[in-house]
């Protein structure tokens, strides 16, 4: 199994970003794709999770209301679009892989690459 993140990039804080997950190998529908991210000198938090079968979806809470994470399956990419972000949104984001809902970074035992994404104030 093979994560590709991308999508991030330099933006000002109010804008919005679009991050994909593409997935290669096979998936099922009990898997659950998770977003975290890692800011400078801090651990890797949860962001957002999504089960692949139902579609169910699972936020931080400081997240809920800004970010939407979704999914498409015929693509086997996730994405997590971000809205009105602010500078401490400032992160490498991954994207990963349990098999079952977790925030804990522990559980997720396929990781992507990480995307950069930088707001400035």
């Known amino acids: 199994v093979q994560l590709q993140a991308s999508g991030g990039g330099l933006v000002q804080a109010g804008g919005s970003l679009r991050l994909s997950c593409a997935a290669s190998?096979?998936?099922?529908?009990?898997?659950?794709m998770g977003w975290f991210r890692q800011a400078p000198g801090k651990e890797r938090a949860f962001v957002a999770a999504?089960?692949?079968?139902?579609?169910?979806?699972y936020y931080a809470d400081s997240m809920k209301g800004r970010f939407t994470i979704s999914r498409d399956n015929a693509k086997n990419t996730v994405y997590l679009q971000m809205n009105s972000l602010k500078p401490e949104d400032t992160a490498v984001y991954y994207c990963?892989?349990?098999?079952?809902?977790?925030?804990?970074?522990?559980?997720?035992?396929?990781w992507g690459q990480g995307t950069l994404v930088t707001v400035s104030s």
């Open positions: 999504i089960r692949w079968g139902a579609g169910s979806t």
């Open positions: 990963a892989r349990s098999n079952y809902y977790s925030t804990s970074r522990n559980d997720y035992n396929y």
């Open positions: 190998g096979r998936t099922f529908s009990s898997h659950v």
